[in-house]
C-alpha cells in the first residue's frame, strides 16, 4: 500500500457531500465532508471524520454542537467554498442563504436535509478525530437530488 493507493482506492467509493457547520464565541464554523455516515438507530448516532489541524475541532470541542447540512445538486459552489482553506470561518459563509439553529448553528438553506446533533464522542483516527455525533433534530426536503463525489469529482445524479 502507499498513500496514493489508498486516496485512489477510498475515492472509487462514492459518498454524498455535507457541510458540517458549529459556532463558538459568535463566529460561524463549517466545512465540507463526505466522511458522514449513520451509526446506530437506539439511540440515534451519526459519525465523521475531521483533520487535527482543522479550524472547526475548538469550536466542535467548545460549542459541543454541529449541524450536517447534506448538499443537494445544485450546492457545488458552496461544497467548494467550504473546502477552501484559503478562507477565513466568516468569508465561507459569504453568499450563502442560512438560517441559524436554537444553537446558534448555521443552517444551509436548499440543502436536501440537515441533522441536528450533541458532539457524544471523540475518537482518535490517526491523523483525523472521529466525531460520534448524537442527533437531537432534523429536516427532510426529499424533492432534491443528492451531490455525489467520486474520485475526487464533484457529481451530479442525472
Ligand atoms: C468533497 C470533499 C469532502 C471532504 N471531506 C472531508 C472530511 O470528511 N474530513 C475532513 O477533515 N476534510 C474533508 N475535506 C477537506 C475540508 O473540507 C477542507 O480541508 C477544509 O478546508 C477544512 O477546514 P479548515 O480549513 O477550517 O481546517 C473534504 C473536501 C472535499 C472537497
Do not use: W
Not at 33 to 44: D, K, L, R
Not at 60 to 86: M, V
Not at 113 to 129: A, E, R, T, W
Amino acid at each position: 500500500m502507499n498513500d496514493i493507493l489508498f486516496r485512489k482506492i477510498c475515492g472509487s467509493y462514492a459518498t454524498g457531500v455535507t457541510v458540517i457547520t458549529s459556532s463558538f464565541e459568535n463566529t460561524d464554523y463549517g466545512f465540507t465532508a463526505n466522511s458522514f455516515t449513520s451509526v446506530s438507530i437506539n439511540p440515534y448516532l451519526i459519525l465523521f471524520c475531521l483533520n487535527k489541524n482543522a479550524s472547526s475541532n475548538n469550536a466542535l470541542l467548545k460549542g459541543n454542537h454541529f449541524i450536517i447540512n447534506i448538499l443537494s445538486n445544485s450546492q457545488s459552489e458552496i461544497c467548494n467554498q467550504f473546502a477552501n482553506n484559503n478562507l477565513s470561518p466568516n468569508e465561507r459563509f459569504k453568499g450563502i442563504k442560512t438560517i441559524t439553529s436554537k444553537n446558534k448553528i448555521k443552517i444551509i438553506l436548499d440543502s436536501i436535509s440537515n441533522l441536528s446533533c450533541k458532539v457524544k464522542n471523540i475518537i482518535d483516527g490517526g491523523d483525523h478525530f472521529i466525531y460520534i455525533g448524537e442527533v437531537v433534530d432534523g429536516n427532510l426536503n426529499n424533492d432534491r437530488e443528492p451531490l455525489v463525489y467520486h474520485n475526487s469529482m464533484i457529481r451530479k445524479i442525472i
